[in-house]
């Protein structure tokens, strides 16, 4: 059956970047929203932390895309959340050599990293987009109580060989450790976009779609 739906923004993807557009349009304007989502719209209860079905429902083409030879399996988020969904988490910034190189090398244009007015807005930049999604991720540093066997070992093992190593920043906030973030977090501990900004989207007022 078809339905007919209008909307002033139409955003298709709500994976890391169209969850953040919605929320944020949503924050500026009045206009009606839809994002659209080819997956399914799953939340934590879902989760059971097998992987067979989690791949299946939450992987885009049920986590077997892969090279045309099949020698990599590409895998991509598939659900409402996209990646966010299923990501393991880690949060880097983007590095500013990098972003000079890739506006040298590929005509990249748009955001910059110091206070600037980007896109003619008054204000807006690189560094006060990251400020807000670091703070509406809850992104930050794990405690030492939450750092893994392996990873305590690792670090333990560079330590005593003099090579620098340093903990990940991660999105989550009140994660038990369970490990099974890459097939969606059970306890809504990882901060990905389904909770946060999709949340913040729909309380305003956008509209979700299949
Ligand atoms: C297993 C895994 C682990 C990862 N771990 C990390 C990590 O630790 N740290 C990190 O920084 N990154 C990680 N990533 C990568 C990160 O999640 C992605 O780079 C990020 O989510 C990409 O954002 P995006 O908005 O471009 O696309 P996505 O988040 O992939 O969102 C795209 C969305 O669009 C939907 N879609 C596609 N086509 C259509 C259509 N025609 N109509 C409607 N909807 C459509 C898809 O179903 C999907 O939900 C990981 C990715 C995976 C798969
Ligand atoms: S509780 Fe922590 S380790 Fe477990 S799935 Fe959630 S974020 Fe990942």
Redesign the pocket.
Known sequence: MSTNLSCDFLIIGSGAAGGVLAATLSEHTTKSIILVEKGGYYTKSFFNQKELPMAKALYTEGGQRASLDSGIPIRGGGCVGGGTTVNV?LCFDPIPRVWEGWKRDYGLTGFSFGEANDYGVPGLSMSKCLQNVRQRCSIGTPSDDLVNDNNRLFNEGCQKLGIGSQKFELN?KG???????ALG???D??QGTMITYIADALKRGATTAR
């Not at 994660?175 to 973030?181: L, Q």
């Open positions: 988490a989550m994660c038990i450790g369970c490990g099974f973030c977090c059970s306890y501990a990882k």
